[in-house]
């Protein structure tokens, strides 16, 4: 049994009546878009009412909101060797009273420590104890992974000096 894939009679081409049946083989695509488009336009309005969920009454509770979340707390030890919190550049002697006020008015974050490849060990262990001693439980010592593009350097601004 073949099929033909013109569109023609479904009758012989001698055009009589009694000839042989030849079944129309095309495929009228315009109902299935029809329906697909109906199918679509029912599922662009159902989704939306099917997010809203149940409702539910929720209970009161007494807890205090959480804030906005705050600026990371970035220790860095530069290559000159100068202390940097945040953007402020600090004399390491004050480094743990300041430490310790920036943790009394904004809490216990965790604290990211970043020192440059060419200070020593001891040179970092010692900022990584002032922060310990300042109250923060919760220290990350930041580094590069191998092959990333390297960081843009810090802005290399020289700490003002205080006049009395």
Known sequence: MGASL???PAYDDDGEDGGAYRPVTDINITPMVDVMLVLLIIFMVAAPLMVAGVPVDLPK??????GQPQKPMVVTLTPEGTLQVRE???PRAQ???RLRALRAAEG???VYVRADKKQAYGE???VLGKVGEAGYGRVSLLAQPVGAAREAPLPTVQP????P
């Open 108 to 110: 216990d974050v965790v």
């Open 88 to 90: 402020e550049f600090i």
């Open 61 to 66: 509770t007494s807890a205090v909101k959480l």
């Open 160 to 163: 003002t000096p205080k006049t």
């Open 95 to 97: 480094m743990v009273e």
């Open 124 to 126: 970092v262990m010692e």
């Open 6 to 8: 013109g569109s023609g």
